[in-house]
């Protein structure tokens, strides 16, 4: 028995949990896993487990950029590095709005361990593919989401595992995502190549973006928002009927972050009918947003983000052989090129034009 296998044991036992039937989950691109608890009961809870040392330390607020490049990409990122005391207070701070998140049952924030309340497996992504209608979902992440944006944004969440600093996803973090692209799209294109000058065009052609989105950084935002990570909890009110998970990673970020990821998917196609109408019932339930300026964050922010997670399904191909990720690239080719297309992006979009052929672009 590993070290860690009697630590989780201990763990379960402590919490009461040591007759559960346990069944480990699928996992996905993190360093954290997990599994289903059945109790004798009939309970059903899921055990988290992610070990803190599994990865590099997360942001300290007072870190200079030239502090978080020497730490790591999670310092760059400002990502939590997958602390549980992360994801125990914006779970708290979801469920004081009267949002869907997870109890935490059971909790030990120095072994990167909790027992949370277990949601089912009716993710959205599942759901539609089963047959449901994806409108009043997706309506219905937009009522939980504009819920966030016009509630307080604290600095710091307070949870059973600690405090939590809120850190804003600034411009470090904001252009180290979009050099994702530059560092490993040509490591699994080798036709591409970036040299000192267009790196420098790079940078200046985002820089309006990142400026814009550090400014516009005024909410909580879950940071990977989409069908995958909301689960459908249909005998709940309004937007409590949005179950949300994998949100240890939120930030202070522009409002529409979360709004692309959702309508922007990586991994399933949102009809753009039902982009538009999710949008239109944003700016009905925000009515004093500036809608234009809105949009041309939006579209900027979200041909960023696309950048980005080009770049991170690049070094999954590429350093980490996980060659499914390439299934997922023409779609966020789609939505990119889609997005330099808006007005605002001319300087991206001719940078593109002249370092990345069509051919490149699948």
């Not at 070290?3 to 691109?29: K, W």
């Not at 009716?122 to 819920?147: K, Q, S």
């Not at 989409?226 to 949005?242: C, F, K, T």
């Not at 994998?246 to 309508?263: E, N, Y």
Request: hydrophobic residues 45%; glycine residues 6%.
């Amino acid at each position: 028995m590993s070290d860690r296998e009697r630590q989780r044991l201990d763990f379960l036992t402590v919490a009461g949990l040591s007759e559960a039937a346990r069944a480990a989950l699928p996992g996905d691109a993190s360093t954290r896993r997990y599994e289903r608890l059945t109790t004798p009961d009939g309970r059903s809870l899921m055990l988290m487990d992610q070990p803190a040392a599994a990865e590099s330390r997360p942001c300290d607020p007072a870190w200079s950029p030239d502090r978080r490049q020497a730490e790591g990409w999670n310092a760059v990122a400002r990502l939590s590095a997958g602390r549980i005391e992360a994801f125990a207070a914006v779970a708290a701070h979801l469920k004081a709005l009267g949002l869907s998140a997870p109890e935490v049952v059971a909790l030990d924030a120095e072994a990167g361990l909790a027992v949370l309340e277990d949601f089912g497996d009716a993710l959205f992504a599942r759901v539609i593919e089963d047959g449901a209608d994806e409108t009043p979902l997706y309506m219905a992440a937009i009522e939980a989401l504009a819920v966030i944006h016009q509630s307080p944004t604290p600095e710091v969440l307070r949870g059973p595992g600690g405090d939590w600093p809120l850190l804003t996803y600034d411009q470090t973090a904001l252009q180290g995502g979009a050099d994702l692209f530059v560092e490993w799209m040509p490591r699994l294109k080798p036709e591409l190549a970036f040299d000192d000058v267009a790196m420098a065009d790079w940078r200046a052609a985002w820089a309006p973006v990142v400026e814009r989105g550090a400014t516009g950084a005024t909410v909580m935002a879950h940071r990977d928002y989409h069908a995958e990570n909301l689960i459908w909890l249909p005998d709940r009110d309004g937007a409590a009927r949005v179950g949300m998970i994998d949100f240890q990673d939120a930030v202070r970020a522009h409002p529409s972050w979360d709004l692309h990821s959702l309508l922007q998917d990586a991994r399933r196609d949102v009809p753009p009918a039902l982009e538009a109408a999710a949008l239109d019932h944003y700016f009905v339930l925000r009515p004093d947003v500036d809608r234009a300026a809105f949009m041309q964050d939006y579209a900027g922010l979200a041909a960023l983000n696309e950048a980005r997670i080009l770049g991170i399904f690049a070094r999954l191909i590429v350093r980490d052989a996980k060659p499914r990720y390439a299934a997922f690239m023409p779609r966020m080719w789609t939505h990119l090129e889609r997005n330099l297309r808006q007005p605002g992006l001319e300087t991206v979009a001719d940078w593109f034009a002249r370092h990345v052929p069509p051919e490149a672009r699948r």
